[in-house]
T-cell receptor, first 114, second 114 residues
């Protein structure tokens, strides 16, 4: 069964450094998402992406964040200058079409900012 | 602010019993509703989705939706210790421009005791 994959599984970085989190969505999916979950808190929407552009972004997704689909398979989330409060699990999700139907999540990247 | 509310639990049931998980949502325009299971330290796993009023059954799981009451529930029959996890209710929120995102509740922690 096709799965969303994410790398790395765990990233440790120092405050102020740039990180890139990578995702490979399910191959026939067209809509891609990033969510995050701070330890002990709810899953929060960050951004949605379709047809090589952002469809919607939350207030969390400020100028320090960017997303890109550099090729036909990868979908990346970049944080330019990490802060302590960026420490969280970051999940990539994908779905076939932009109706929010059946979003499938990857295993996540645990980001630890020290 | 579009909210999804769940009892945080913990909910404890004996093995073989029915576990009942509840969720309310505030956006009357929502059309799609999802239940995810999340084991500790893992990503959300989609287990049920429901779009129409009424019941939807899949194996030991039954999702129930009442749009008039803005209420979604999940029943787990013949609960097993392996069902012990946090169950996340998610609601698809659609914006006028067409973009969509999932809004999650905080989750209900279920423990099934052998």
């Amino acid at each position: 069964e096709p799965e969303v994959t994410q790398t790395p599984s765990h990233q440790v970085t120092q405050m102020g450094q740039e990180v890139i989190l990578r995702c490979v969505p399910i191959s026939n999916h067209l809509y891609f998402y990033w969510y995050r979950q701070i330890l002990g808190q709810k899953v929060e929407f960050l951004v949605s992406f379709y047809n090589n552009e952002i469809s919607e972004k939350s207030e969390i997704f400020d100028d320090q964040f960017s997303v890109e689909r550099p090729d036909g398979s990868n979908f990346t989330l970049k944080i330019r200058s990490t802060k302590l409060e960026d420490s969280a699990m970051y999940f990539c999700a994908s779905t076939v079409w932009d109706r929010g139907y059946e979003q499938y999540f990857g295993p996540g990247t645990r980001l630890t900012v020290t | 602010q579009k909210e999804v509310e769940q009892n945080s639990g913990p909910l404890s049931v004996p093995e073989g019993a029915i576990a009942s998980l509840n969720c309310t949502y505030s956006d009357r325009g929502s059309q799609s509703f999802f239940w995810y299971r999340q084991y500790s330290g893992k990503s959300p796993e989609l287990i049920m989705f429901i779009y129409s009023n009424g019941d939807k059954e899949d194996g030991r799981f039954t999702a129930q939706l009442n749009k008039a009451s803005q209420y979604v529930s999940l029943l787990i029959r013949d609960s097993q210790p392996s069902d012990s996890a946090t169950y996340l209710c998610a609601v698809n929120i659609k914006r006028r421009g067409g973009s969509e995102k999932l809004v999650f509740g905080k989750g209900t922690k279920l423990t099934v005791n052998p």
